[in-house]
T-cell receptor
């Protein structure tokens, strides 16, 4: 089956630093990937849609300058949390579709802790 | 915007008992997805329903989409400890993306 790989699985950083999270589709090309955020005991909140070769589409309330998304190839999207602060600590998870009207495959997520 | 309401938000059942989780949408569902998650991990795909009245089963889990396509239910028969986790329903509000309900936390007591 299709696999989405996310790296790193866990990262701890100091306040003010930037953190990059990678999301790769391993056995299919994904023109679109999605980034979600999840707080403890809460559901997934869609942050943005990552589009290969063009700008990401952000959901309302998500700061595009804070959460930089780059989808440079058909198999890789990156999320960079810039100038991270403790309130950015969360579980971030990416997903991708192999094609329209197909299910989403999810990465294993990244637990970000900002000290 | 489309909103999904799941009920109950948490559920504790005795091993071997049946249970049902519901997902109600504020708008017509054109695709309803059920996923399972253990917190801090990725999501495992369970079922996808697209047609009104559709019902799918996998092992001891059955999911249905009602005729009006605004509600779905997930039913687990003879629950086991391996069924414990967070169950999430998701729907496509358009633009080929998924939004999720708030999740149902299922605990199975031995």
């Amino acid at each position: 089956g299709a696999v989405v790989s996310q790296h790193p699985s866990r990262v701890i950083c100091k306040s003010g630093t930037s953190v990059k999270i990678e999301c790769r589709s391993l056995d299919f090309q994904a023109t679109t990937m999605f980034w979600y955020r999840q707080f403890p005991k809460q559901s997934l909140m869609l942050m943005a849609t990552s589009n290969e070769g063009s700008k990401a589409t952000y959901e309302q309330g998500v700061e595009k300058d804070k959460f930089l998304i780059n989808h440079a190839s058909l198999t890789l999207s990156t999320l960079t949390v810039t100038s991270a602060h403790p309130e950015d600590s969360s579980f971030y998870i990416c997903s991708a579709k192999r094609g329209a009207n197909e299910k989403l495959f999810f990465g294993s997520g990244t637990q970000l802790s900002v000290l | 915007s489309q909103e999904l309401e799941q009920s109950p938000q948490s559920l504790i059942v005795q091993e071997g008992k049946n249970l049902t989780i519901n997902c109600t949408s504020s708008k017509t569902l054109y695709g309803l997805y059920w996923y399972k998650q253990k917190y801090g991990e990725g999501l495992i795909f369970l079922m996808m329903l697209q047609k009104g009245g559709e019902e799918k089963s996998h092992e001891k889990i059955t999911a249905k989409l009602d005729e009006k396509k605004q509600q779905s239910s997930l039913h687990i028969t003879a629950s086991q400890p391996s069924h414990a986790g967070i169950y999430l329903c998701g729907a496509d509000p358009g633009a080929q993306k998924l939004v999720f309900g708030q999740g149902t936390r299922l605990t199975i007591n031995p």
